[in-house]
């Protein structure tokens, strides 16, 4: 398995956005008992630092362990490194399982067979992610030719399922309607310019040419963002939950 993370793991953990109380309000009322839940792919545990205040126990996986050195604490969150694929959990032991902003790394029917042999009869499977940063218009245009031509040539291939909003990925569950949900910030200039220093593109660009490309994306910025404290910025979360 790739893993793009590592070596940013605390930039991760400051800029990396989080989802809606009121998503997690409308996954966890469809889990009939709150036992065990697993979050796969946790990176930071930001998914899992939520799932603890809700379920008696909380294991979290990831292949990262610089990832999990900087993951949120709680007493009943049981951190481990393993594939998201081979699993050390025994059969129908899960309530719940999530996996946000990470399914696209895996193969998909070894996952999804974990998932079917540790999923507990009428347990939820939900899969979160969220789309590319949206903002007014001027701003933006500089933010999509940043992320298409730029760095465009230096996302992974498997980006492309972020970009179709999780909807081209396989799906072998009972599948449950979902609402629509955002995110919504007020960031400063250096919050949205450290979200970005995040993407794993960047990265990638900068191990290829030697130099980052997060200062020419800065002009570019500072020429519309003027001297406001902060703006406003969205992103359009995806959800799709299965039985």
């Known amino acids: 398995m790739k893993d793009n993370f590592s070596n940013h ?3 991760y953990a400051q800029f990396r956005p989080h989802y809606p109380p009121e998503l997690f309000d409308y996954l966890f009322s469809l889990v009939q008992v709150k036992n065990t839940a697993w979050d796969c792919g946790t990176g930071n545990g930001q998914v899992a630092g939520v799932l603890a205040d809700h379920f008696t126990n909380v294991f979290a996986t990831d292949i990262s362990q610089q990832q999990l050195d900087a993951a949120i604490q709680k007493p009943n969150i049981q951190y481990s490194v ?11 032991q899960f309530d ?7 399914i696209h790394w895996f193969r998909f029917d070894d996952f999804y067979a974990a998932v079917k042999r540790t999923l507990r009869l009428g347990g939820i499977f939900a899969v979160l992610g969220y789309g590319l940063v949206q903002t ?3 701003l933006q245009e ?6 298409t031509k730029t760095i465009g040539p230096y996302w992974d291939a498997e980006r492309h399922y972020i970009d179709e909003a999780y909807q ?3 799906f ?6 979902v609402p629509i949900f955002q995110m919504t910030y007020q960031w400063s200039f250096e919050q949205l310019v450290g979200y970005i220093g995040t993407w794993s593109a960047v990265k990638h660009y900068s191990k290829h040419n030697e130099i980052s490309p997060i200062g020419l994306l800065e002009i570019d910025l500072k020429k519309i963002w003027g001297d406001v404290a902060t703006m406003s910025f969205s992103f359009p979360v995806f959800l799709r939950i299965g039985r």
């Open 136 to 138: 007014a218009k001027p």
């Open 172 to 177: 072998p569950f009972e599948e449950i309607t």
């Open 82 to 92: 393993q594939p998201a694929e081979l699993v050390s959990f025994i059969n129908n």
């Open 9 to 11: 793991s605390k930039e």
């Open 168 to 170: 081209t990925i396989p």
């Open 142 to 147: 500089v933010i999509n030719h940043f992320y």
């Open 96 to 102: 719940l399982i999530t996996v946000a902003q990470a």
